[in-house]
């Protein structure tokens, strides 16, 4: 059992994210992949398929950057915890995406539009609290008399998706479409309730813990001793990635993507959409721990895992478990998909260039992670379109992001990135993202 501990700290504070928003790609219009921002955004072909497996990376961090966790000492770089500190917010959310692809296909039959694609999706949620950091680094005496949260609480899911699209013409002014996702989970790692707070007595700096904190885990392949808590030795702890479902398996769920826009006339457009609305139902090898009381303890020196060579890792994992009294179970249970929510609008003066601005809206566990962007998208004759999006998201104004499709006939290959001010200053980055493919366009529809 000691190793799913180590596996659940090791996701709870050393993981790295934060809310998924591919504002670039919302105004790519003729790209494959404009339609997964909105299903009522029908394609100016009759038919576009991939050619190649599409990969998109994300990564978003409000805390901390590479830099703000090491400082220059003479030629070497050494740990700064004080940088951290005050690189972190109150709370932190940290995210992390990488999803692939396959398989994907459009084709239009007079007003109507029809599509289908399977992916691969790997997403991964963290909030992090500053005070986890403070009581590792300075202890717990700046916090006498005060009750603290230390609780992570996070969602790291792994999951293939099958999903079938429509839209519909209805005038020369709206369209609707939407697109139905079947949902089938391979791991997912998450909590549910995520409660932890630490308090430290001013008279005797005794420390009390009170919990109310689950975390539940299914995953294939995991052996039966470490699922059961069984110590022994002679069996295998490694996971069986053989046992991963391909593509269906008993984890099922659902989700739905419903979106419209209306032409007002040949230079305004405007759009709204909501996608990912829906769950998974987790019930291969479901485990859950949970904690739930108030605990009392003499405390436990974190900091030594920075400052010092020979400390047991397993002694202090061991020591948390030990306090922390979590219960076993073995039930189903439920996690819901981010939910995305994108409002935009459009102005072309002119047929060489489209001007946009765009309100996005990312929830995760009733938490809102909005964004705006701006967009200048320039179109260079047939066979080359680009743009630039300058994004506000995370509290951060330092978001530039650029797009590129070249159109060699049929063949059409694009990149796409919502911040590409990580390429003149990696080691300062918070947040990035990119997506590239390529794809046939068959048959350019004429318009009216």
């Given at each position: 059992?000691?190793?799913?501990?180590?596996?659940l700290?090791?996701?709870?504070?050393?993981?790295?994210?934060?809310?998924?928003q591919?504002?670039s790609?919302?105004?790519m219009?003729?790209?494959?992949y404009?339609?997964?921002?909105?299903?009522?955004?029908?394609?100016?072909y009759?038919?576009?398929f991939?050619?190649l497996?599409?990969?998109?990376?994300?990564?978003s961090?409000?805390?901390?950057?590479?830099n703000?966790l090491f400082e220059e000492q003479?030629?070497?770089l050494m740990l700064?915890?004080q940088?951290l500190?005050?690189?972190?917010?109150?709370?932190?959310?940290?995210q992390?995406?990488?999803?692939?692809?396959?398989?994907?296909?459009a084709?239009r039959?007079?007003?109507?539009?029809f599509?289908f694609?399977?992916?691969?999706k790997?997403?991964?949620?963290?909030?992090y609290?500053?005070s986890f950091?403070?009581l590792?680094?300075?202890?717990?005496?700046?916090?006498?008399?005060?009750?603290?949260?230390?609780a992570?609480?996070f969602?790291?899911m792994?999951?293939?998706?099958f999903?079938?699209?429509a839209?519909?013409?209805i005038?020369?002014k709206?369209s609707?479409?939407?697109?139905?996702?079947?949902?089938?989970?391979?791991?997912?790692?998450?909590?549910?309730?995520?409660s932890?707070t630490?308090?430290?007595n001013?008279?005797?700096y005794?420390?009390?813990?009170a919990?109310?904190?689950?975390?539940?885990v299914?995953?294939?392949?995991i052996?039966?001793?470490?699922?059961?808590?069984?110590?022994?030795?002679?069996?295998?702890n490694?996971l069986?990635?053989?046992?991963?479902?391909r593509?269906?398996?008993?984890?099922?769920?659902?989700?739905?993507?419903?979106?419209?826009?209306?032409q007002?006339?040949?230079k305004?457009?405007?759009?709204?959409?909501?996608?990912?609305?829906?769950a998974?139902?987790?019930?291969?090898?479901?485990?859950?721990f949970y904690?739930?009381?108030?605990?009392?303890?003499?405390?436990?020196?974190?900091?030594?895992?920075?400052?010092?060579e020979?400390?047991e890792?397993?002694?202090?994992?061991?020591t948390?478990?030990?306090r922390?009294?979590?219960?076993q179970?073995?039930?189903?249970?439920?996690?819901?998909?981010?939910?995305?929510?994108y409002m935009?609008?459009?102005?072309?003066p002119?047929?060489?260039?489209?001007?946009g601005?765009?309100?996005y809206?990312?929830v995760?566990?009733r938490?809102?992670f909005?964004?705006?962007?701006?967009?200048?998208?320039?179109?260079?004759?047939?066979?080359?379109?680009?743009?630039?999006?300058?994004?506000?998201?995370n509290?951060?104004f330092?978001?530039?992001?650029?797009?590129?499709?070249?159109?060699?006939?049929?063949?059409?290959?694009?990149?796409?990135?919502?911040?590409?001010?990580?390429?003149?200053?990696?080691?300062?980055?918070?947040?990035t993202?990119?997506?590239?493919g390529?794809?046939?366009?068959?048959?350019?529809?004429?318009?009216?």
């Open positions: 059992m000691r190793y799913i501990y180590i596996t700290f090791f996701l709870c504070y050393i993981g790295k994210t934060n809310a998924q591919e504002q790609l919302y105004f219009d003729g790209n494959f404009n339609h997964y921002t909105n299903p009522a955004k029908l394609p100016e009759k038919a576009m991939n050619i497996p599409t990969p998109y990376f994300n990564f961090n409000t805390g901390f950057s590479f703000d003479g030629d070497s700064s915890p940088k500190l005050k690189s972190l917010r109150k709370y932190n959310f940290l992390l995406n990488l999803n692939i692809d396959p398989i994907s296909f084709f039959i007079k007003k109507f539009h599509s694609n399977y992916a691969m790997t997403s991964i949620y963290l909030n609290p500053r950091f403070d590792a680094w300075e202890g717990n005496g700046q916090f006498l008399d005060e009750t603290v949260d230390i992570p609480d969602q790291a792994l999951y293939n998706e999903a079938i699209g839209g519909y013409q005038n020369d709206w609707v479409g939407g697109r139905l996702k079947i949902l089938v989970g391979g791991f997912d790692a998450s909590t549910d309730r995520a932890a630490l308090y430290t001013p008279e005797i005794q420390l009390e813990l919990t109310d904190y689950r975390v539940n299914s995953a294939f392949g052996p039966e001793n470490i699922r059961e808590g069984s110590k022994d030795t002679t069996q295998s490694s069986d990635f053989s046992k991963f479902p593509f269906m398996g008993p984890n099922v769920g659902a989700a739905v993507d419903l979106g419209g826009t209306f007002l006339n040949d305004w457009r405007f759009a709204l959409s909501v996608t990912d609305l829906g998974i139902r987790w019930n291969t090898n479901a485990t859950n904690s739930n009381g108030q605990y009392d303890y003499d405390g436990l020196d974190v900091s030594a895992l920075v400052k010092e020979n400390v890792f397993d002694v202090i994992v061991d948390l478990v030990e922390l009294q979590f219960n179970t073995q039930n189903s249970y439920t996690t819901w998909l981010p939910v995305k929510m935009g609008a459009e102005y072309t002119v047929k060489w260039f489209t001007a601005a765009m309100v809206n990312e995760y566990k938490q809102a909005p964004a705006f962007s701006l967009s200048a998208r320039f179109h260079a004759g047939r066979f080359f379109s680009g743009g630039l999006v300058y994004g506000i998201r509290r951060r330092d978001n530039l992001g650029a797009n590129l499709m070249f159109d060699l006939g049929a063949l059409h290959i694009f990149l796409v990135s919502d911040n590409i001010i990580p390429i003149f200053a990696p080691f300062d980055a918070r947040n993202n990119i997506r590239f390529i794809h046939f366009n068959i048959g350019k529809l004429k318009k009216d």
